[in-house]
């Protein structure tokens, strides 16, 4: 199994870029997080999906951070548009629970995210 | 959802248990304990979890107390790569990471 699939695993981009940064989870697996991980903040939920529905999205920071799950194999957190302090390394997780977030996370690489 | 506390950083010789503790007084009756673990640069990485009984795996073994407010995550053999930050969890419906401790296996 090739585990969780993040791209790009580095990107640098302007402020007021539109930025999108893509997951595939492990197959079979049925739920999906979106984390961002900062020096100040550490490592912050975000939103996840169950069965490519999103269940809880009260990390997402403001509007110009979306998520979406169009299907089972790939999912994409977009940030439009761009400031600096988006500056993260986001995470992405699958997991294969089937109601709860109880169950074992498996994490991707990671994107390194800069916005200069 | 129960909070965690955990040292900031604890050393450990190689070759010697790593011991990391973790209290969770606040704990209910059916919230897990997880255990995951972050080396330098890459994601979190899953070691173990238990509700109420002691476990082991082939990475560690973790030690709940009867009373559930507090567990130890042992590590028997420490090697150098080993070296990472340790997150205890404590999970209803949501993973919250906390700061987690820094382990720093010496030479």
């Known amino acids: 199994d090739a585990g969780v699939i993040q791209s790009p695993r580095h990107e640098v981009t302007e402020m007021g870029q539109e930025v999108t940064l893509r997951c595939k989870p492990i197959?079979?697996?049925?739920?999906l997080f979106w984390y961002r991980q900062t020096m100040m903040r550490g490592l912050e939920l975000l939103i996840y999906?169950?069965?490519?529905?999103?269940?809880?999205d009260s990390g997402m920071p403001e509007d110009r951070f979306s998520a979406k799950m169009p299907n089972a194999s790939f999912s994409t957190l977009k940030i439009q548009p761009s400031e600096p302090r988006d500056s993260a390394v986001y995470f992405c997780?699958?997991?294969?629970?089937?109601?709860?977030?109880?169950?074992?996370?498996?994490f991707g690489p990671g994107t390194r995210l800069t916005v200069l | 959802d129960a909070k965690t506390t955990q040292p900031t950083s604890m050393d450990c010789a190689e070759g010697r248990a790593a011991n990391l503790p973790c209290n969770h007084s606040t704990i209910s009756g059916n919230e897990y304990v997880y255990w995951y673990r972050q080396i330098h640069s890459q994601g979190p990485q899953y070691i173990i979890h238990g509700l109420k009984n002691n476990e082991t795996n082939e990475m560690a073994s973790l030690i709940i107390t009867e009373d559930r407010k507090s567990s130890t995550l042992i590590l028997p053999h420490a090697t150098l790569r080993d070296t990472a930050v340790y997150y205890c969890?404590?999970?209803?419906?949501?993973?919250?990471f906390g700061p987690g401790t820094s382990l720093s296996v010496i030479p």
């Open positions: 997780a699958s997991s294969s629970q089937i109601l709860t977030s109880t169950d074992t996370q498996y």
């Open positions: 197959s079979g697996h049925n739920s």
């Open positions: 969890i404590v999970i209803m419906d949501k993973v919250i």
């Open positions: 999906f169950n069965n490519n529905v999103p269940i809880d």
